[in-house]
């Protein structure tokens, strides 16, 4: 969006129709509101950014179908040019003319008419720029469709739409719908509009509404409406004297059959414009942040380059983006419904003086509908700055415009540097409601973006922090890595073919996150159709699974007016965190998965494991629609946008840690509890403190070796990235499956080996890191980010001696199982008392004795047991291994 600048917020109100609430539509489900219809609909408004146009930025809903609107808003219009009585020079009369042309060409471009142009929505910025104002009126209404008012004023609606007459779903008299309205309507309105500017006076302003009509429709039988109008309001001589150009425009503008009328890209062509149209440069939409197109800002330099250097007192405020300054205004305490209220916009009422009937006992109802006449209040009401300019003023001018590569702080220096510092530690729904932290992180974020990808690591780097909410959709494709020409490869799917799976994803729209009033719209059941059905379109080797429409949804949400971008943040994260989870068969996938995370389970917490493991409450039961949708089946989105902002930034066995940091929140209950509580206690899940979760996820990831989440049916190696969780846990930063195998790596395991195993196990490699080994022995650096490691070598006395890992502890096999590995004394008292709570590895020659091992190790509640993978044969060819010297 475009700076502010000289403009300002404002906001107007309306109601929608209200929808009859004993009706059904043919699903079965209730009528969707009205005013949600609108919601959805009004989103891409805010998309449509023109130079003549005034920018759409939010739309609020309130009760009983209310809604109020925000956009771009200035003070001056041609309405107080009229109050004043004189007439317009020539020159502004075509200059208007072409910068209205101008915007509503653009709006026909999109689709859009705009049906209320008059001298009151044509509003002009300080330097006497045209700026239209509420053209999205008639879009997002369904075309009047979805509200109880006409849309338009009469005395500038042409001759068209009044013979069409009004129209209102409710009305049972009328069998057909009027059809739109088209561009050419917009270019009669701005034919009366310039008449009165050259007229010096409203047109037909004395007249009665009705006869104003009917004045109108007879204009049909005049051959020179201009002529007659002039006649008919007393101005014919200043009519006359205007130039011939003009005079051609006017008659052009006020054509009365619609089929002879221009559009306004015609008119913009007409040779009245000769001398005019020289004077304006052709708009060009900005590049977006993901296109093959080069992007680059367009710079120029005053002629005197110290006109660069600011003063103390410039606003630097008004030179950021429109929505940016509204998300600002709310978090410093903006209430629309307030300042309407301020203005008596909204005025409050009784609540028994707002029904509209009265129904007795017998069912005989009294009273009578709403007026219509309260149902649009066309007043825009300027919204205050002040609250937020004071809420801002110790903010250094520098802090607008931070370094990117300043080391020191990421933080920018101001007056309150040190309550910026403080508020990093705060909560995080504490830091998002912060005005002053958020406009700092905006402005950070928005530079790096704007430079992505040559700054993604930055990215990285502060997304580690925190993401500004306002900001979080284009801070998840950077993540992602998303890259190229998105909305051409988007385009090239064919989302409109009828496949088998449409039906299933019909049937799986209305049920997902309905609760959110975008996702619930028309709009966006429209718009989640086509990006799922994009996904399973342009990957033929998968299929569709209930609960991709979960998945979905928050890239849709984040991404309403861009679904290229929500479908190539969708494609990224799938093969990522889910891959082969959507196959035909995903039996295979799902149940190497639910292991590895049972395996999780007892490595963190094996008192809570031993419990679900003899009520037989297993992850089969309850994880499948966790790991399936990445927790968003279970949880609102304003938890999973918290939620992924850290999944984000970690590899594929995250989700792990999730799903037992939620299970350690459940913890005494699941404890007290039997199977069938614990069934009902999943089947509604109780409140989870997802922050909490996230702390104790990223705990756990830093506890867990990397190779301990190893799955053969995880997504192929890739080149590794820089994503990790900053310097406290560089040995986690990629995947273990990105790494190159060798022969000390991890070895595939049948899944029948897999499930008999409680411990995960680790590989060599993965050991020789942890335990800081090197042909020239243990180093004595500081092993940052990595956990404390204890090696537990099973093998006898005598192997044991013949060589073994320095620093490990020998405890026989022998000394505590017999032959049938039946348990003879707990290996777990004496020494390795001492070592509880370090990651436990245990080493032996023989896996099936270190797998006794470490599960009854597991069993009388050691925690963060694992095995060594392949045993002490994959470490004897590696020269590590400690040879005691002989005694003398």
């Known amino acids: ?180 309205s088209g561009p050419k309507t917009d270019v009669w309105s701005l034919g009366v509009l310039l008449f009165e500017l050259c007229a010096g006076r409203r047109l037909l302003q004395n007249i009665d509404i009705s006869d104003r009509l009917k004045f109108i429709l007879n204009l049909g039988c005049m051959d020179d409406i201009v002529t007659v109008l002039a006649e008919e309001h007393g101005c014919l001589d200043t009519i006359k004297e205007l130039p011939e150009n003009v005079l051609e425009l006017l008659r052009k503008c006020l054509t009365f059959l ?147 590569e300043d080391e020191q702080s990421n933080l920018p220096q101001s007056n309150s540097s040190n309550e910026l510092s403080s508020t990093v530690k705060l909560p995080l729904i504490i830091r998002e409601r912060d005005t002053e932290y958020q406009l700092i992180r905006i402005i950070l974020f928005d530079r790096l973006l704007k430079a992505y990808p040559y700054k993604k690591n930055l990215v990285w780097k502060e997304a580690r922090v925190d993401i500004p909410p306002l900001v979080r959709g284009l801070a998840w494709a950077a993540l992602l890595g998303i890259e190229g020409d998105i909305q051409a490869k988007y385009e090239s799917i064919d989302k409109d073919t009828p496949i088998p799976t449409d039906r299933q994803i019909e049937v799986d729209i209305p049920r997902c996150h309905q609760y959110d009033e975008l996702l619930s719209s028309p709009q966006g059941h429209i718009k989640f159709r086509r990006v799922l059905k994009a996904w399973v379109v342009s990957h033929p080797e998968l299929v569709y699974w209930q609960g991709l429409d979960s998945l979905c949804a928050p890239f849709l949400y984040l991404n309403f007016n861009n679904e290229a971008l929500a479908y190539a943040c969708m494609s990224a994260f799938i093969p990522k965190y889910l891959y082969n989870f959507f196959l035909k068969d995903n039996s295979h996938v799902i149940q190497e998965y639910l292991t590895v995370f049972s395996q999780m389970i007892a490595f963190h917490d094996p008192e809570l494991s031993n419990h679900l493991n003899e009520i037989g409450f297993i992850p089969d039961l309850y994880a499948i629609p966790w790991f399936l949708t990445m927790f968003t089946h279970v949880f609102p989105l304003h938890k999973i946008f918290h939620l992924w902002d850290t999944l984000l930034l970690g590899n594929s066995s995250f989700p792990f840690c999730i799903g037992v940091a939620i299970l350690q929140q459940l913890r005494d209950r699941l404890l007290a509890n039997g199977f069938n509580e614990c069934i009902l206690l999943f089947s509604d899940l109780p409140e989870i403190d997802i922050e909490r979760c996230v702390r104790e996820s990223i705990n756990l990831f830093c506890w867990t070796p990397k190779s301990a989440t190893y799955r053969q049916h995880a997504q192929p190696p890739k080149a590794a990235g820089d994503n990790g969780f900053g310097k406290t846990a560089t040995y986690y930063s990629s995947d273990y499956q990105d790494m190159p195998k ?77 032959a049938d590995s039946e348990l003879l004394q707990c290996p777990a008292t004496g020494t390795l008392q001492n070592y509880r709570g370090r990651v436990i590895v245990v080493i032996s020659h023989v896996m099936k004795s270190a797998a006794v091992f470490a599960s009854h190790l597991v069993k009388v509640n050691f925690p963060r047991v694992c095995i060594l993978d392949g045993g002490i044969n994959k470490l004897k060819p590696t020269g590590l291994l400690t040879v005691p010297s002989p005694q003398i």
């Not at 969006?1 to 059904?24: E, I, N, W, Y």
């Open 258 to 404: 619609p089929s002879k009328r221009p559009t306004p890209a015609e008119l913009l062509g007409d040779p009245v414009f000769n001398g005019v149209s020289c004077l304006y440069t052709p708009f060009q939409k900005p590049v977006s942040l993901f296109s093959s197109s080069l992007r680059c800002a367009h710079l120029e330099l005053p002629e005197d380059i110290s006109d660069l250097c600011k003063d103390d007192d410039d606003d630097y405020l008004s030179e950021r983006a429109i929505d940016e300054m509204y998300h600002l205004w709310c978090l410093a305490g903006g209430d629309l419904e307030k300042e309407l209220t301020n203005k008596g916009i909204i005025q409050s009422k009784p609540p028994i003086c707002t029904l509209p009937n009265v129904v007795l006992e017998d069912g005989e109802s009294f009273g009578q509908g709403r007026d219509r006449s309260f149902l649009l209040d066309d007043t825009t009401v300027t919204l205050s700055l002040c609250q937020l300019r004071n809420r801002l003023k110790d903010v250094a001018g520098e802090a607008y415009y931070p370094l990117l």
């Open 1 to 180: 969006m475009r700076p502010l600048k000289d403009a300002q917020l404002g906001a107007f109100t309306f109601f929608a129709s209200a929808l009859p609430h004993d009706v059904c539509g043919s699903n079965g489900l209730p009528l969707t509101p009205n005013s949600i219809k609108i919601l959805g609909r009004f989103q891409i408004l805010k998309t449509i950014t023109h130079p003549r146009l005034c920018q759409y930025v939010d739309i609020s809903r309130g009760k009983h179908e209310r809604l109020i609107v925000v956009a771009e808003h200035y003070e001056s219009s041609l309405n107080d040019f009229q109050k004043q009585g004189r007439t317009a020079s020539s020159e502004k009369v075509l200059h208007v003319a072409y910068e209205v042309l101008e915007g509503l060409e653009f709006m026909n471009k999109h689709g859009m008419v705009h049906r209320a142009l008059s001298a009151q929505n044509v509003l002009m910025d300080c330097k006497g720029n045209v700026k239209l104002a509420k053209f999205g009126l008639y879009h997002m209404t369904d075309h009047g469709a979805d509200v109880d008012f006409p849309i338009g004023y009469p005395s500038y609606l042409a001759p068209e739409v009044i013979a069409q007459g009004s129209f209102h779903p409710s009305d049972s008299s009328h069998d057909e719908v009027p059809l739109p």
């Open 742 to 818: 060798t022969d000390l790596s991890r070895e595939p395991l049948a899944l029948c080996d897999l499930k008999a195993e409680v411990s995960p196990r680790i590989s060599a490699e993965d050991l020789i890191d942890l335990c800081d080994l090197s042909l020239s022995g243990p180093t004595k650096r500081t092993k940052i980010g990595k956990p404390k490691i204890i090696a537990v070598d099973i093998r006898s006395l005598e192997d044991f001696s013949r060589g073994h890992i320095s620093g490990s502890i020998n405890i026989p096999f022998s000394s505590a199982f017999g």
